[in-house]
C-alpha cells in the first residue's frame, strides 16, 4: 500500500512547489503592458496577415508603442482609414492622406483566351505546376488558375474565374497574402483610386510571340503610348505599363489597344464598344464600296445595251 501512496504523496508535493514557484515567479517577472499598447490591441483586426510587415498585430501594436513618430499608423491594410483613425486618437497622430489600395492580377488569359500546352492532372496548386515546365498554358507568366492566391487570402477577396483569379475590390484589404502566394508574380497591391486603368497582361515576350499563346495578351505595339497626352503610358521591354500617378483616366489608351490587354474599370464595357463601332464602321464602309461598285456595273451594263446611233443618211 506505501508502495503506491508514497508516489502519489511525491507527485503532488512537486505540484505544489511548482505552483509555488510558478506564482511568485510571475509576480517577480510580471512586465506591466503600456495602457496604450492595450488600446491599440483591441482596435486592429487580430488578422495577423503580416500586410503592415510586422510579425502580427501585437507586433505592430507594440512598435507604434515604442516608436510612434517613426512608425505609421496607416500600416494597417485590413483595418483602413478607420483603424488608422483610432490608433491616431490614441497618439494623438492624424491619419491623413490615408488611400484604400487593392490587389489586381496582371492577366486576363482565362480558358477562352490563352492556349493550353497540356493537361495538367498533379498537385493543384499553382508552385507545383509552375514546376511541371512552368505550367499547362501557352503564356510563360500568366495566371496558372490553381488558387494558391485564393487559399492564401483570409477575406474571400480572389476567385479563380475560368481559369484566372481576379480579385474582388470591395472586399480585398490589400494585406499582400496573395502577392506573396502567386509563383509568376502576377499580383501587384495599388492605390484604388489611382488605377481604375490597368495592363491585364504581364508577358514580356515579343508580339507575335505572345499573341500565339494568349488572344488578349499586350503585343507591345505602342499605340497606347503615342495616344496617351499625359506621358502615362510607356512600352518597357515589350509590355505596356501605367503610371497611376500620371493617368487622368481618359480610357483613350483602352479604346486602341488592338487586343483588349488594358481594362477600363471606369467603363468596363469601353474596349468592346470601341470594338463594335469600329465593326460597325467597316461593316458601313464595305457595303458602301459594294454598292459603288454594283452601281459602275449597272453603268456600264447599260452603256453596253445602249444602240449605236444610225449613220447619218447623204443628200
Known amino acids: 500500500m506505501n ?4 508516489p502519489v504523496i511525491l507527485v503532488v508535493a512537486v505540484g505544489l512547489v511548482a505552483s509555488i514557484i510558478l506564482a511568485y515567479a510571475s509576480k517577480v517577472f510580471y512586465i506591466q503592458e503600456d495602457p496604450k499598447f492595450i488600446l491599440m490591441r483591441a482596435e486592429l483586426p487580430g488578422a495577423n496577415c503580416g500586410g503592415c510587415g510586422y510579425a502580427g498585430c501585437d507586433d505592430y501594436a507594440h512598435a507604434l508603442v515604442e516608436d510612434p513618430d517613426g512608425v505609421p499608423i496607416t500600416k494597417c491594410a485590413v483595418g483602413g482609414p478607420s483603424c488608422a483613425e483610432k490608433l491616431g486618437e490614441i497618439l494623438g497622430k492624424t491619419a491623413d492622406g490615408l488611400e ?4 489586381y492580377v496582371m492577366c486576363n488569359g482565362t480558358t477562352n483566351n490563352a492556349q493550353k500546352l ?8 499553382c508552385k507545383a505546376a509552375k514546376q511541371h515546365y512552368g505550367g499547362s ?11 494558391d492566391c485564393v487559399a492564401a487570402c483570409g477575406f474571400d477577396a480572389i476567385h479563380v474565374i475560368k481559369g484566372v483569379a481576379v480579385v474582388d475590390r470591395s472586399k480585398c484589404t490589400s494585406c ?3 502577392v506573396k502566394a502567386c509563383p509568376n508574380n502576377l499580383i501587384k497591391i495599388v492605390p484604388e483610386k489611382k488605377s481604375k486603368v490597368i495592363v491585364r497582361c ?3 515576350q515579343k508580339g507575335a510571340d505572345a499573341r500565339k499563346g494568349c488572344a488578349v495578351a499586350c503585343i507591345g505595339c505602342g499605340l497606347c503610348e503615342k495616344t496617351c497626352k499625359f506621358d502615362a503610358v510607356h512600352v518597357v ?3 505596356s505599363e501605367i503610371d497611376p500617378e500620371k493617368c487622368k483616366m481618359c480610357g483613350m489608351c483602352v ?3 488592338p487586343t483588349g490587354a488594358i481594362q477600363d474599370f471606369v467603363r468596363p464595357n469601353a474596349w468592346a464598344d470601341e470594338q463594335k463601332k469600329k465593326a460597325e464602321k467597316a461593316a458601313a464602309a464595305k457595303m458602301a464600296a459594294e454598292e459603288k461598285k454594283a452601281a459602275a456595273a449597272a453603268a456600264a451594263a447599260a452603256a453596253a445595251a445602249k444602240p449605236a446611233d444610225a449613220p447619218e443618211k447623204k443628200a
Not at 137 to 147: E, T
Open 3 to 6: 508502495e503506491i501512496i508514497i
Open 255 to 257: 479604346k486602341v489597344c
Open 237 to 239: 521591354n515589350n509590355l
Open 137 to 147: 498554358k501557352a503564356c510563360p507568366n500568366g495566371c496558372l488558375g490553381l488558387g
Open 118 to 125: 497540356f493537361e495538367y492532372s498533379d498537385i493543384p496548386t
Open 202 to 204: 504581364h508577358n514580356t
Open 176 to 178: 499582400s497574402a496573395c
Open 100 to 103: 484604400k489600395n487593392v490587389a
